[in-house]
Nanobody
Framework: QVQLVESGGGLVQAGGSLALSCAAS????????LAWFRQPPGKEREFVAS????????NYADSVKGRFTISRDNAKNTLYLQMNSLKPEDTAVYHC?????????????WGQGTQVTVSS
């Protein structure tokens, strides 16, 4: 069992930056693919970014490509999401997830989420 806890959310003006973290406990994250998802208000949850177990491979949703960076530190059992040039449409609850290679469609574990609000 893996427990995931996100942090780093908050209120930021458009054009600003935020850095999210996802700390894991229970089991090491090094064996898992990891991902960030988000759920905007009144909408369904959507994929944001994913990273392979070694960190050598990353994927991004088109809407965040070039602005967000996903990374991981297996020694610290932590996943990160650096968000730059934030837009009001980035407002959402951000969740981290862990799983196998199908983490983008079938995660095994979810965090409870952290709120990100971008004001215009």
């Amino acid at each position: 069992q893996v427990q995931l806890v996100e942090s780093g959310g908050g209120l930021v003006q458009a054009g600003g930056s935020l850095a999210l973290s996802c700390a894991a406990s229970g089991r090491t994250l090094s064996a898992y693919y990891l991902a960030w998802f988000r759920q905007p208000p009144g909408k369904e949850r959507e994929f944001v970014a994913s990273i392979s177990w070694s960190g050598s491979s990353t994927n991004y949703a088109d809407s965040v490509k070039g602005r967000f960076t996903i990374s991981r530190d297996n020694a610290k059992n932590t996943l990160y999401l650096q968000m730059n040039s934030l837009k009001p449409e980035d407002t959402a609850v951000y969740h981290c997830a862990a799983g196998g290679q199908l983490v983008t469609s079938s995660p095994l574990y979810w965090g409870q989420g952290t709120q990100v609000t971008v004001s215009s």
